[in-house]
């Protein structure tokens, strides 16, 4: 009568801890539910809509040609700069992965033939169009502005244009390094035609960018 009792009492306890004891199926390998969540797939855009770019960088520039007053091609031919330089700031803002619009400003200065100075800060807008390999970016843009000059009693505002391609090396999401060399086109803004002069410049500039 006791073993019987005990016997009942070893089934009973078995019942009440099966609840407890994993889920094995009938071959003896645990069930594992599958997963509820689908797998989603990132991918990496180098350049997305909606970045932004901060960018600082010193320029040196040389003098192509001068035409018109006191220029060589129209005048006495005594106005030629010599080799300069400066800085720029700009920024610029991507509507799509390759097309942004931005906006830079300049401080440059050049040494001319007559011992004096020519100071220029030209103030532009910058559609550009950018490449992207791997981590190389290869900005080519155009910009056309507003030069404001000075040279010796002169202070006249001028018109600037100019072209430009770059290569950038992105070494992290935040910044990236590089040039860019440009071919620029100042011009007077004068009464007349006699007064006006047009100047051609190469330059070449060193820079970093801050994106975010």
């Given at each position: 009568m006791s073993r019987t009792f005990r016997a009942w009492q070893c089934v009973g306890a078995l019942c009440a801890l099966s609840p407890l004891l994993p889920a094995y199926s009938s071959e003896g390998v645990r069930e594992v539910p599958p997963s509820q969540s689908p797998q989603v797939v990132v991918a990496y855009e180098p350049i997305r809509p909606g970045d932004q770019l901060l960018?600082?960088?010193?320029?040196?520039?040389?003098?192509?040609?001068?035409?018109?007053?006191g220029g060589g091609s129209g005048g006495g031919g005594g106005g030629k700069l010599?080799?300069?330089?400066?800085?720029?700031?700009?920024?610029?803002?991507?509507?799509?992965?390759?097309?942004?619009?931005?906006?830079?400003?300049?401080?440059?200065?050049?040494?001319?033939?007559?011992?004096?100075?020519?100071?220029?800060?030209?103030i532009t807008v910058n559609p550009t169009y950018t490449f992207a390999v791997?981590?190389?970016?290869?900005?080519?843009?155009?910009?056309?502005?507003?030069n404001i000059q000075s040279?010796?009693?002169?202070?006249?505002?001028?018109?600037?244009?100019?072209?430009?391609?770059?290569?950038y090396y992105q070494?992290?999401?935040?910044?990236?390094?590089?040039?860019?060399?440009?071919?620029?086109q100042l011009g007077d803004i004068a009464s007349s035609l006699q007064n006006c002069r047009a100047v051609g410049l190469a330059t070449i500039d060193f820079g970093v960018r801050y994106h975010f």
């Open positions: 960018k600082i960088g010193i320029v040196a520039g040389y003098q192509l040609y001068i035409a018109g007053n010599l080799g300069g330089g400066g800085f720029h700031l700009g920024y610029e803002y991507f509507f799509t992965k390759n097309f942004s619009l931005g906006g830079q400003v300049s401080f440059e200065c050049y040494y001319t033939t007559g011992s004096n100075y020519y100071f220029s800060v030209p791997g981590r190389w970016r290869i900005p080519l843009s155009l910009g056309v502005g507003l040279y010796l009693e002169k202070k006249a505002p001028g018109l600037i244009a100019e072209a430009s391609a770059g290569l070494y992290t999401p935040d910044w990236s390094i590089g040039g860019i060399v440009a071919y620029t």
